[in-house]
């Protein structure tokens, strides 16, 4: 079983920069890419960004390239988001996950275990 823990999410204005952690469980978390996705309330699971295994691959959506940076240290078992210029519409439940199978990086089918969801909310 693995189990993945958000962290870092909180309240900031228009602008302003955080960073999620997703500490992870178990030895095989550097064999996995990992994502990071997003979520509001009544709202379909949104692709954020995700990385392959050993980090020389990134994938963001559109909405967040630029501002975003997803990295991981798997000697820490942890992958990070870094989000700086935060927008209101950037206002989510944020979701770590990890990658089990498929073509897709954006698909959250393709992802198997998630942890709880950190809030982040940006104030205008």
């Known amino acids: 079983q693995v189990q993945l823990v958000e962290s870092g999410g909180g309240l900031v204005q228009a602008g302003g920069s955080l960073r999620l952690s997703c500490a992870a469980s178990?030895?095989?978390?550097?064999?996995?890419?990992m994502g990071w996705f997003r979520q509001a309330p009544g709202k379909e699971r949104e692709f954020v960004a995700a990385?392959?295994?050993?980090?020389?691959?990134?994938y963001y959506a559109d909405s967040v390239k630029g501002r975003f940076t997803i990295s991981r240290d798997n000697a820490k078992n942890t992958v990070y988001l870094q989000m700086n210029s935060l927008k209101p519409e950037d206002t989510d439940v944020y979701y770590c996950?990890?990658?089990?199978?498929?073509?897709?990086?954006?698909?959250?089918?393709?992802?198997?275990?998630w942890g709880q969801g950190t809030q982040v909310t940006v104030s205008s």
């Open positions: 178990g030895r095989t978390f550097s064999r996995y890419a």
């Open positions: 996950a990890r990658k089990m199978g498929g073509i897709y990086y954006y698909t959250s089918s393709n992802y198997d275990y």
């Open positions: 990385i392959n295994w050993n980090g020389e691959s990134t």
